[in-house]
Antibody, heavy 116, light 107 residues
Framework: QVQLVESGGGLVKPGGSLRLSCAAS????????MSWIRQAPGKGLEWVSY????????YYADSVKGRFTISRDNAKNSLYLQMSSLRAEDTAMYYC?????????WGQGTLVTVSS | EIVLTQSPGTLSLSPGERATLSCRAS???????LAWYQQKPGQAPRLLIY???SRATGIPDRFSGSGSGTDFTLTISRLEPEDFAVYYC????????FGHGAKVEIK
């Protein structure tokens, strides 16, 4: 069965950096686009970024453009999100999900808290 | 950016009743590229509907989606106890945006 397991979240100071990872299993990872979506505590969902199956094409929400970088390692069945210049408003649960238009499988999320 | 407005914000119903959730877009959603998700507390969202009316794999047929252009609807024909949750619409015609969510609660 499809499994997506995020890791790497935690508490970070404003201006700091963090790298999230997502380990995928149960499907042919290298065939699928992948995305990151976040949800601030008690709030709605916000698409963050997606990457093409081979990692050639990436897109970002305006709110993170220039600060976040999505990448993948198909040999390791892993997706990453490098986050820098973090702000308080980046505090959220970050979900890894399969797809780039809509998302049919989601991980359980990893919590990122940006606070001094 | 396409803004999605969901209504009502909260729907109070009893099991067995019909739920109708609305999602209105600030501009036309190209090719009816609209999806619906269900989210329960402490869980990740679950895809219910894509392309406005196509049910995702494993989704019961009591869930149905309809609409086009700027007006879309998610209908749950007869509410089961497990259907009480928050529902989000999402468009993927122009970038990707979500509605703010609509809660279906037990009356």
């Amino acid at each position: 069965q499809v499994q997506l397991v995020e890791s790497g979240g935690g508490l970070v100071k404003p201006g700091g950096s963090l790298r999230l990872s997502c380990a995928a299993s149960g499907f042919t990872f290298s065939d699928d686009y992948m995305s990151w979506i976040r949800q601030a505590p008690g709030k709605g969902l916000e698409w963050v970024s997606y990457i093409s199956s081979r990692g050639v094409t990436t897109y970002y929400a305006d709110s993170v453009k220039g600060r976040f970088t999505i990448s993948r390692d198909n040999a390791k069945n892993s997706l990453y999100l490098q986050m820098s210049s973090l702000r308080a408003e980046d505090t959220a649960m970050y979900y890894c999900a399969r797809g780039f238009e809509f998302w049919d499988f989601w991980g359980q999320g990893t919590l990122v808290t940006v606070s001094s | 950016e396409i803004v999605l407005t969901q209504s009502p914000g909260t729907l109070s119903l009893s099991p067995g009743e019909r739920a109708t959730l609305s999602c209105r877009a600030s501009q036309s959603v190209s090719s009816n590229y609209l999806a619906w998700y269900q989210q329960k507390p402490g869980q990740a969202p679950r895809l219910l509907i894509y392309a406005a009316s196509s049910r995702a794999t494993g989704i019961p047929d009591r869930f149905s989606g309809s609409g086009s252009g700027t007006d879309f609807t998610l209908t749950i024909s007869r509410l089961e106890p497990e259907d009480f949750a928050v529902y989000y619409c999402q468009q993927y015609g122009t970038s990707r945006t979500f509605g703010h969510g609509a809660k279906v609660e037990i009356k």
